[in-house]
């Protein structure tokens, strides 16, 4: 399997095939946002392929500082999951950025999930990122009125709450700039 960084038409395209089918309406990010952060070299989108065949995905962010990124958006394809290639894809990021500290990413809190199944599901993912070597912080941030934990998965280091905090202001700030004015983003 390769990890590659995806074109804007092809962002465009797993934005509108995928990304949309695998995150709620809540917790996507307009397109036209992401793209603008893609211009300003702030944003990355990588595939994982095998045989020129879309696998999975990742939405990163890139903030200069603090020495880490933001895994916005990662998913395997839909009737490959359950198969390894979420690790794979995770792997070829950690690889990718092994100059970078760590990645931070965001996973909705199981203790707000709506029922029991959305639970087991909030829960089964936090368990997955700790297998593939996630750490979880005291951090935590509500997006859109979204609770999220926030783990950290080392790269070149280990990436303290501060720092993963710090992290997600600065990629909010920059990509979401309105919701950041509005209120919309809390970190703490």
Known sequence: MELRKLTRGGIAEVYHTHLRADFPADERKPLPHILRAWDRGGYNVFGLYERDALRAYAFVGLPEKPDCVFLDYFAVLRGLRGRGTGARALYGLRERFRDRTAIVLEAERPDAAPDAAARALRERRIRFYLRCGARRSGAR??????????LTLPCAGLCDDETARRTLRVFYRDVSPEAYAAGDVCIG
């Open 141 to 150: 941030s509500r997006v859109h009125g979204v609770p999220y934990q926030i």
